[in-house]
């Protein structure tokens, strides 16, 4: 996380809460319209559970 935006460790793209792309490092010019899905999720302890339908209820973690 950077400025409350998610940045790749490799590349350095940064997307928005959005999906949107907010930075290309070595970028000139106007940022492409890049964007990202948006998928739901949950943490518990430690891992991330990610669901790539739209859950109704909180998944079971037993």
């Given at each position: 996380m950077?400025?409350?935006?998610?940045?790749?460790?490799?590349?350095?793209?940064?997307?928005?809460?959005?999906?949107?792309?907010?930075?290309?490092?070595?970028?000139?010019?106007?940022?492409?319209?890049?964007?990202?899905?948006r998928?739901?999720?949950?943490?518990?302890?430690?891992?991330?559970?990610?669901?790539?339908?739209t859950?109704?209820?909180?998944?079971?973690?037993?």
């Open positions: 950077v400025g409350g935006e998610i940045e790749c460790p490799y590349h350095g793209w940064r997307y928005d809460g959005e999906g949107r792309c907010t930075a290309i490092p070595g970028h000139v010019g106007a940022l492409p319209h890049y964007r990202v899905r998928f739901a999720a949950i943490e518990r302890d430690g891992v991330v559970f990610i669901s790539s339908g859950p109704k209820d909180e998944p079971y973690l037993h």
